[in-house]
């Protein structure tokens, strides 16, 4: 990033490479919409590119990108309301492990269609904190900072995130 402020624009193509995958599992995991993910990723890297002026490197980098993305999202959130959006999983590849017969196969995608539409039920808050703890690997702290709360803050939207599907997927399967 530090290239890329010094005017060394083509160093934002190895971010982008480095970067866009995990971003766009953050964003796919808050809001189930492949389409929107990949614009948000894209607005993820033009504000890293129109702001790049107010990254100081007193921390990692990756923590100021992520707290951009969360910007990202909430602009999302105030535009789209997606609990009124259908939840279209289609083209949404899914790669199962050799081995499985086809029963198997079909209960493993019921599982994670049954836990991505858990997911969409939590508030943001605890959706967020899990998908960077649990999908994205993110330490409590680093969420923390992502996140501008107390480290003790993101162990309880956990623990209530975890609880809450949980109680979904019970009542899910209840049916």
């Known amino acids: ?13 190895l971010l982008f490479d480095r970067h866009h995958k995990g971003l766009f599992g953050f964003f796919y995991r808050m809001t189930n919409h492949p389409a929107q993910s990949e614009d948000m990723v894209q607005s993820v890297f033009y504000r890293l590119l129109k702001y790049r002026n107010t990254f100081r490197n007193e921390g990692k980098f990756i923590y100021w990108m992520y707290a951009i993305a969360r910007n990202v999202l909430k602009d999302w959130y105030r535009k789209n309301d997606p609990m009124k ?33 858990a997911l ?26 992502i996140s501008n709360v107390s480290e ?24």
């Open 152 to 175: 003790n803050a993101v162990k309880a939207r956990v623990k209530r995130g975890l609880l809450a599907l949980q109680n979904i997927i019970k009542r899910a399967e209840l049916k």
């Open 120 to 145: 969409q039920k939590l508030v943001p808050e605890q959706r967020e904190a899990i998908v960077l703890s649990r999908f994205r690997g993110f330490k409590y702290k680093e969420i923390a900072k």
């Open 85 to 117: 959006q259908a939840q279209d999983l289609t083209g949404v590849e899914t790669t199962f492990t050799d081995g499985m017969n086809e029963e198997e196969h079909i209960q493993l995608a019921e599982r994670k269609l049954l836990l991505e539409k």
């Open 1 to 13: 990033m530090e290239q890329v402020q010094s005017g060394d624009f083509r160093q934002m193509g």
